[in-house]
């Protein structure tokens, strides 16, 4: 069984581009997760699909972050205008129920210049 | 508030040697509990987790982690490590239902000598 993809791994940007972010989760898991690592801080979530709705969205920064996940199976994480302190690590997760293991993808590695 | 704290940010053993790893977590109730290895250049992946029920859990890789209570501790215990351990471990939480989002700890990276 495929585990959660992610892509890109890595992206470069300039400050004030637009990035895009996807991920897949393991088949038939009804959650999707996005968390973030900045450089030298923990693991943050930043927002719980279930199916296609956000059930959670507490952890999102500001309004230049958009999650969508459109029907209900792969998601898209979009930062427009990307600023330098988004650089990071950005997970995402997925589980079957909502009270279930989540289980991670490898992540992508954004830098913005 | 709720938080998972891990003290030690950096451990180095000697191969062979025994390791523990401390977590610590702050809830008003107990949470579901995690622990989640990160080696170099790869993702999240899942050692082991706490629901319920027996105190001393068994996961992948030799590893096992007990959860105290009284301590409000669930450190991450290997008898015998390998150099192939090295990797940043992450202690993680939630509540569960509709609160299922992970908070982490920050982190331990441990480093093994030959």
């Known amino acids: 069984e495929a585990g959660v993809t992610q892509f890109p791994s890595h992206s470069v940007i300039e400050k004030g581009q637009t990035v895009t972010l996807r991920c897949d989760p393991i088949s038939g898991h009804d959650n999707l997760y996005w968390y973030r690592r900045v450089m030298g801080k923990e693991i943050k979530f930043l927002l719980h699909f279930v199916k296609e709705s956000k059930q959670d969205e507490s952890g999102m920064p500001n309004n230049r972050f958009l999650a969508e996940r459109t029907g209900g199976t792969y998601s898209t994480l979009k930062v427009q205008p990307a600023e330098l302190e988004d650089s990071g690590v950005y997970f995402c997760a997925s589980s079957q129920g909502v009270s279930e293991t989540q289980y991670f993808g490898p992540g992508t590695r954004l830098l913005v210049l | 508030a709720q938080s998972v704290t891990q003290p030690d940010i950096h451990i180095t053993v000697s191969e062979g040697a025994s390791l523990e790893l401390r977590c610590n977590y702050s809830y008003g109730a107990t949470p579901y509990l995690f622990w989640y290895v990160q080696s170099p250049g790869q993702g999240l992946q899942l050692l082991l987790k706490?629901?319920?029920?027996?105190?001393l859990v068994q996961g992948i890789k030799g590893f096992e982690a007990e959860f105290k209570r009284s301590q409000s501790s669930f450190n991450l215990r290997k008898p015998s490590v390998h150099w192939s351990d090295a990797a940043e471990y992450f202690c993680?939480?939630?509540?569960?239902?509709?609160?299922?989002?992970?908070?982490f700890g920050t982190g331990t990276r441990l480093q093994v000598t030959l």
């Open positions: 706490y629901f319920s029920g027996d105190t």
């Open positions: 993680a939480a939630f509540i569960g239902g509709t609160a299922s989002k992970l908070t």
